[in-house]
């Protein structure tokens, strides 16, 4: 099935109804905001190389924010085409929704990593990764910070409102000009489109929606630490199921997911190829790190595949199955998608097994109630992709 891909800002504006702060009609003059100048810049396809790709092709406000180019790809979504067509991007397009809230990378108290955008977490914050998609050789392809500011020049409405925004003097400095550029998409991703918190979960906790006995059991499950485990990870505070939780804790781990081997023959890569991660980073190079990746969001989970950071597997139902033979636990020895048993993990040195290992077996009738409680965390406006 072909899905709408959003490329110009009037979809946007039908999407976000309003959303950024512009000034309203009865010939009031329009108020420039950094909120919708991000918004503008975020549809526009003439900020890559061959003017064919915008944030929002990878980026799809119709499907949750992720590429839906399904039909299209290679790799069946697993990595996401760039601007010529023809590169595979690195690792699997995230949602972007609810990105707002991971905080900036650091280390806690402890030393542990935690926070940051990608994967691996290599953006501080949302600012900087904005920034980066634009000079991604396999992305957008643009060579240099200074031909996307060239690009924005050509658009006299663009210059009018980052000299408003920024001063008058902005394009006098490329860097100072392209930070501009980031923050405002930046805002733009920080506005309430992006994290709605309107899903049937949401309705649930503000008493607006009646679980069915498979949610209520699914969401027992999801909770319950001497059962599945799930919210040591996927919870803000695994002893509360507050409002707004984001259903990660923003770490790093690795839980052993295999490679995809279709990726790396795509990209032409030698399939004996690791993915290192966080600890993979030119700047952290840390072995008891490498193979770790940021643990996702569970937000809208049910229509975000394929899942995990290679885009190894297409269905949820495979990915809790996979968890299930990954606890020790014997009861789903083969992948339901090859028929084969699964495939050791690309890094094994350091998959945290204490957590996996930490929970009760899965029946295939607690895998559907796990299934039917992460429906749950759909934004309603995404409620009608769910099986497709």
């Known amino acids: 099935m072909r899905r709408t891909i959003f490329t110009g800002a009037a979809a946007a504006a039908l999407l976000l109804s309003g959303c950024g702060g512009s000034g309203g009609g009865n ?54 085409v760039g601007d010529d067509g023809a590169a595979l ?23 542990n990593y935690l926070g940051g955008q990608f994967h691996d977490g290599r953006a501080e914050n949302l600012k900087a990764q904005a920034k980066g998609p634009f000079l991604d050789p396999d992305e957008m392809m643009m060579p240099d910070a200074q031909s996307v500011i060239g690009r924005v020049l050509e658009n006299p409405s663009y210059v009018a409102d980052f000299k408003a925004l920024y001063g008058e003097e902005i394009f006098d400095d490329t860097d100072a000009a392209y930070d501009a550029l980031g923050e405002s998409i930046a805002r733009f991703e920080k506005t309430e489109v992006f994290a709605t918190f309107d899903s049937k979960y949401d309705r649930y906790l503000r008493g607006e929606y009646a679980m069915s006995d498979e949610e209520e059991l699914g969401y027992a499950l999801f909770f319950s ?60 190079n840390d072995s008891a790190h490498y193979g770790k990746v940021k643990v ?5 989970i049910a229509v975000t595949g394929p899942y995990m950071s290679n885009g190894i597997f297409k269905e949820l139902r495979t ?44 029946t295939d009738a607690k895998i559907d109630a796990l299934i039917a409680f992460l429906k749950l965390l759909t934004d309603r406006r995404y409620e009608h992709l769910i099986g497709e």
């Open 27 to 80: 010939g009031e003059k329009e108020t420039v905001t950094k909120e919708a100048l991000g918004e503008r810049l975020f549809f526009d396809t003439n900020l890559s190389l061959n003017r064919t790709m915008a944030c929002a092709t990878c980026h799809d406000p119709s499907h949750a924010f992720i590429d839906a180019r399904f039909d299209t790809n290679p790799v069946g979504g697993a990595l996401s």
């Open 89 to 111: 991007g690195g690792r699997n397009t995230p949602t972007i929704t609810y990105a707002m809230f991971a905080p900036l990378f650091g280390q806690d108290g402890e030393g």
């Open 225 to 284: 630490q001497a059962n599945t485990n799930c919210a040591t990870c996927h919870s803000l505070n695994a002893a509360s199921e507050s409002p707004n939780e984001t259903f990660t804790n923003y770490a790093f781990e690795n839980i052993g997911t295999p490679k995809n081997r279709l990726n790396l023959m795509m990209k032409g890569l030698d399939p004996a190829v690791q993915d290192l991660g966080l600890g993979g980073r030119e700047e952290i």
């Open 296 to 300: 996702p969001s569970l937000r809208n």
């Open 319 to 362: 990915v809790l199955e996979f968890y299930d033979h990954m606890a020790a636990q014997g009861n789903h020895p083969v992948n339901p998608e090859t028929g084969e048993p699964w495939e050791a993990p690309d890094v094994n040195a350091t998959v945290n097994r204490e957590v996996l290992q930490a929970t009760k077996a899965l």
